[in-house]
């Protein structure tokens, strides 16, 4: 059986994530991809979405991550992220009420000097993936 990898995800905030994991699998800018113990190292930058893993007991762990980079070395993933949340801290109302206020925003008339539709589905994004996250919409 192969040996567990380290698994850190850091925002400019705190320390999310700091264990080990038997795989890791996370939203590559280019696609999804997966780390196992003694995988070949490469940096990539990440998209809104969710971190999948297995932690060294087996159990299935999900953390919310949006932005920034990821570093996979033989032995261990580090992420740095713009923001992330395990799945245990995120705020079910907040995320609804963020769906609410984006899905309005894009909603309303491109027309409307006031909408930057960017930000709205950049909004809409990581609202949908928070409750993707802890499984409800």
Do not use: C, W
Request: aromatic share 4%.
């Amino acid at each position: 059986m192969a040996d567990n990898i380290k698994l850190e995800v850091v925002t400019p905030e705190k320390l999310v994530v700091s264990e080990e994991a038997q795989i890791v699998m996370s939203p590559g800018s280019e696609g999804e991809f997966g780390v196992l113990d003694g995988h070949t190292p490469f940096l990539t930058t990440l998209k809104t979405g969710m971190i999948r893993y297995k932690d060294a007991s087996g159990a299935e762990r999900a953390v919310f991550v949006s932005g920034g980079f990821a570093e996979a070395l033989p032995n261990k993933v580090t992420v740095l992220a713009e923001s992330a949340e395990r799945r245990r801290d995120i705020n079910v109302e907040r995320a609804r009420a963020a769906l609410a206020r984006a899905e309005e925003r894009l909603g309303k008339s491109v027309s409307d000097h006031e909408v930057d539709v960017v930000r709205a589905k950049a909004a809409l994004m990581r609202a949908i993936t928070r409750l993707n996250v802890i499984g409800t919409k």
